[in-house]
C-alpha cells in the first residue's frame, strides 16, 4: 500500500448508525481511541440526532443530513497539525447517535392502589394500567442529564423512572379531578391527556416528552366489584317475585336426573289435580255441589278502660262491665275507652254499653 493509500486510509473516516434493535435510544460511534479524522463523512439519518463531544464538552447537534468534517466547520476535529504524534490525535472526540422516533407500546400501571373520595361510595382504592409512548426532544439535554458517558442506553434503563413520574401525577389527577368511579370509564381520555399535560415540564428536564398517554382501565378491589355486581344484578332484576317464578319455569327445561326428577314431581301434582275434579263432577261432567260456604271468623270483644276520679282503670270484659253496671258501680256517665274509639265517650253514648244498663218497662194498660 502507498503512502497516498495509508493517508487516505488515515484521515478520512465514515460515521453513521443503522439500529435494528428497536429499543436502543443512544449508541456510541465506536472508533479506535475515539479519533474522528479531518474530512470525516458525517450521515445523520431521519429520525436520528449526533451529539459531537469533544475532549469531554459538548460541542455541537447535527440534525438529519450529510456532514463533511472539515476545517472550516468543526476546526476542533482535524489532526493535520499533529504529524508529530505518528497520526494519533491527541484530541479526543466522540459521536453518540440519538433515536429520536417514538418508542411505543409501553407499560405503566399503579403498583399500589390508590385512595380516592367518590362522591357516592366514599373512600374508595382504585388500580389502573394503560401504555405510552416516549420520544427524545432534546438530544443534547437527555445526553447530558440522563446518558452520560453510557456508550449504549436502552429503553428499559429508564422506564421504570418514567412509570413512577406517571403514577404520582396519576395519583394526583384522580384526587383532584372528583370523578365519581361509575363515570371514569367514559373519562379516560381527559384523564390520559390531563396527566400527559401535568408531567411534561418534568420530562422536558429529561429532554423527553410523552406524545400519546393511554389509561386502559381504572378498577376497584375484587370486594367492592363483588357488592357493586350484587348491587347491579337486583337492579336489572327488577320484582324478586317474578324472578323467582321464572327461574323456577327455568329449570323444568334443564336436562339431567334434577331435572326429570322435578319434572315428574310436576307431572304427578298435576295428574291429582285432575283426578280430585274428575270424582267431584257428576256422571255427566256437571260440577259437584258448591262446597259450604267458609264460617266468617268471630267477632273481636272488646275490652274497655274506665276513668274514675282522674284515674284509669281496666281494662275490662263485657261481662265484668255488665256486672259493674248490676252493681252501680258503671253508670251511664261513667266516661269509658276501648281500642278504636276516638276518645273516652259516657257509656250511654256507646251501643255495646248502654244495652247493659236495665231499661225499666213502661207503666201497664189501665184496666
Not at 399500589?112 to 382504592?125: K, L, Q, S
Not at 400519546?212 to 317475585?241: C, F, H, Q, W
Amino acid at each position: 500500500m502507498g503512502i497516498f493509500d495509508f493517508l487516505t486510509g488515515e484521515f478520512i473516516d465514515v460515521i453513521h448508525w443503522v439500529d435494528d434493535s428497536r429499543d436502543t435510544m443512544v449508541w456510541r460511534f465506536e472508533r479506535e481511541d475515539h479519533e474522528i479524522k479531518y474530512g470525516a463523512k458525517l450521515t445523520v439519518r431521519e429520525g436520528q440526532a449526533a451529539v459531537f463531544v469533544h475532549e469531554g464538552q459538548l460541542a455541537d447537534v447535527f440534525t438529519p443530513g450529510l456532514y463533511m468534517l472539515e476545517t472550516n466547520n468543526m476546526p476542533v476535529m482535524t489532526t493535520l497539525n499533529h504529524w508529530d504524534h505518528g497520526f494519533e490525535s491527541p484530541f479526543k472526540s466522540e459521536v453518540y447517535f440519538v433515536n429520536t422516533t417514538r418508542f411505543g407500546d409501553l407499560k405503566w400501571g399503579t403498583k399500589n392502589p390508590i385512595i380516592a373520595r367518590d362522591p357516592e361510595f366514599g373512600p374508595v382504592r382504585l388500580r389502573a394500567y394503560g401504555t405510552y409512548t416516549i420520544k427524545v426532544s432534546d438530544p443534547a439535554r437527555f445526553l447530558t442529564e440522563i446518558v452520560g458517558t453510557d456508550g449504549e442506553f436502552t429503553m428499559d434503563e429508564i422506564s421504570y423512572q418514567i412509570r413512577n413520574i406517571i403514577v404520582q401525577e396519576f395519583s394526583r389527577t384522580i384526587a383532584r379531578a372528583g370523578i365519581p368511579v361509575l363515570d371514569m370509564a367514559a373519562n379516560t381520555r381527559e384523564m390520559g391527556t390531563l396527566v400527559a399535560r401535568e408531567i411534561a415540564p418534568r420530562l422536558a428536564e429529561y429532554g423527553l416528552e410523552i406524545p400519546e398517554l393511554y389509561i386502559e382501565n381504572i378498577s376497584l378491589p375484587e370486594a367492592v366489584e363483588a357488592v357493586l355486581d350484587k348491587r347491579t344484578s337486583m337492579g336489572v332484576i327488577g320484582d324478586l317475585s317474578t324472578y323467582m317464578n321464572y327461574q323456577a319455569a327455568e329449570s323444568l327445561t334443564h336436562e339431567g336426573a334434577g331435572g326429570a326428577a322435578l319434572q315428574a314431581g310436576v307431572g304427578a301434582g298435576l295428574g291429582m289435580q285432575i283426578a280430585r275434579e274428575s270424582v267431584q263432577a257428576g256422571p255427566w261432567g256437571a260440577a259437584a255441589a258448591p262446597k259450604a260456604a267458609t264460617p266468617p271468623p268471630p267477632p273481636v270483644e272488646h275490652v274497655w278502660h274506665i276513668a274514675e276520679g282522674g284515674e284509669t282503670k281496666g281494662p275490662y270484659s263485657r261481662a265484668a262491665m255488665g256486672r259493674m253496671a248490676t252493681d252501680g258501680s258503671l253508670t251511664r256517665e261513667t266516661f269509658v275507652w276501648t281500642a278504636g274509639q276516638d276518645g273516652w265517650l259516657t257509656a250511654s253514648q256507646v251501643t255495646e254499653l248502654a244495652q247493659l244498663f236495665t231499661i225499666l218497662p213502661p207503666p201497664p194498660p189501665a184496666s
